[in-house]
């Protein structure tokens, strides 16, 4: 027997904040099923757990997450996501409509925008 990912699990400051912020990328609810302080967001792709440290994130990550738009563009969903508290880390996006952009979350996890299947069908 295998193991399978159960969560990608995410050290922050402000559980409850930083969940909330990642279910509206999502599109996701917001669940306490690990239990009370523990948010947890479950989407179609991934499980993401919320888990309050006392620490603050001071290096780059060492694992981030790479999102793929579904029902818009990659330019579109960054702006989306700038609007809902997102930052702009390093834009990759080349003038031939390869590329990505690295954002952070509003706690500082650095997470990247790719191309929808559309965009990546259209350069290949």
Known sequence: MTSLVRHVTIDCADADALAAFWAQVLDAEVTAEDGVGDPEVVSPGAALLFIQVPEEKVVKN???????????????????????????????????????????????????????????????
């Open 62 to 124: 060492r694992v981030h997450l790479d999102l793929q738009p579904q029902d818009r563009t990659r330019d579109e969903e960054i702006e989306r996501l700038l609007g809902l508290g997102a930052t702009l880390v390093d834009d990759r996006r080349n003038p031939d409509g390869t590329g990505w952009a690295t954002l952070a979350d509003p706690e500082g996890n650095e997470f990247c925008v790719e191309r929808n299947a559309a965009e990546r069908a259209a350069t290949s």
